[in-house]
């Protein structure tokens, strides 16, 4: 593949807590388009490594490059580079992070106007076109707590999408979730990687995983321990903690 191709790249990222070693020489090359699922065990780092794209969690060193943006990490960011690099990622989070006091048209609109300028006519007419994409333009007065939690993690789909971001970031996105809501909001993503969107995809449903992405990765103890098409992966895992997480997973169901 050539280097253009790679919408993100991540090379030997590691995080320290103090003395613990929370991700270990992480490398990975995302394609444009392409849809990464990262499963494993609690504890071993998925989030963390997930968080390191958009630098909410700050690694100790590691080359990270999304879209045109390459930065060494062994230095802080100037905010300038943070807000470039924040623009080019869409992040979900398990918990919504809706602002309560704004309608959902103002939660939608807002952001585009602060952060790209948009007038408020044009954040508004891009937000009308969201809320349909995720089957909610009837909820565009209401505010966040009059909507499920399905409805409400679909509306942070909605806001992540409305800044046009490089690729998008969801951690545990259903997992909050009761499972029908979990399905409805798996549907909007499902059509979303359909459409071609550059997605990476912390979660526990290894169904979805196995569905939609074009590669899973295992993590464990903060290390990649396996990766490929998702089918061969769970189907002829190589590694014993592989085996070991999804026979865990499968007795849990
Ligand atoms: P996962 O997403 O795979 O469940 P996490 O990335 O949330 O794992 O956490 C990896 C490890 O790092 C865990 O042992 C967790 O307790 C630890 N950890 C996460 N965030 C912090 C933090 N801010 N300070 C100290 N330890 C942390």
New binding site residues.
Partial sequence: MQEADFIVRLKDIN?Q??S?H??KNVTLDIARGEVVAIV????????????TINML?QPSSGILQVGSFRFALDHALTGEQLLKLRRSTGMVFQSFNLFPHMTVRKNISLPQMRVLGRSQAEADARTAQLLERVHLSDKADSYPARLSGGQQQRIAIARALALDPDVMLF??PTSALDPELGLEVLAVMRELADEGMTMIV?THEIAFAAEVADRIIV?AD?EVIEQGVPAEVIRNPTSSRTKKFFRAVVERH
């Fill in positions: 995080v807590y103090g613990y929370a991700v494993g065990p609690s504890g071993a780092g998925k989030s963390t490594f997930l968080r969690e951690d545990e912390v993590m903060g």
